[in-house]
């Protein structure tokens, strides 16, 4: 009818007349993340651009997997028969459960989809694996990179091993195209930061006798 007011147009298409400088700084970034992050896969199919080295980006793919952390960190606990062992091995399980509950959290605020070239082929995923934001390989490998530089003694060379191992890892879930760079980057840095938590709240025969009375 005549005087009525036109319906509202849908967000996406209202055009902001006064778009600020930082709201357009984060699109563009956010455009060239996807960009750059498509460009990088590489090994994203078997069609791609290096698709023949796909089945060695999927084995360091296990390499940086939950499961296989866990589950040897857990076996190395109840083999273990050293008691600063335990105690280093305790910690270290506490670590991974940490980091699997903290990426989980912020996969379901954050609520990204992977990138559009990604094949849903991953080892052993749930339900919040079908978010992209934040990296969990990347957040654990620098985790575990850190714990292991401070609380294990190796010869240099397998130092700098454990520091390639965890870059290699990181590149690689955006070369299979499971993750954009952004989702890399910050993954690294939570799992940094995951390590200080670690340190602080660190277990031991005097904080949890409970904890280390069952081995």
Partial sequence: PAGAAAAPLPEE???KLNPSFVGIALRSLLAIDLWASKRLGVCAGEGSAWGSARP????????????????????GLCQSD???AREVLLNLLF?????LVMVAVVKGLVKRPRPTHNKMDMFVTISVDKYSFPSGHATRAALVCRFVLRHLVLAVPLRVLVVLWALIVSISRVMLGRHNMTDVLFGLLLGYALYGVVEHCWLSPATAPALFALW
Avoid at 56 to 72: A, F, N, Q, R, Y
């Fill in 13 to 15: 298409d209202c055009m």
């Fill in 56 to 75: 060695l980006m999927k084995v360091i793919e296990v390499s940086g997997h939950g499961i296989p952390w866990l589950l040897g960190t857990f076996y």
């Fill in 82 to 84: 050293s008691s600063a």
């Fill in 95 to 99: 670590a991974l459960l940490l980091d």
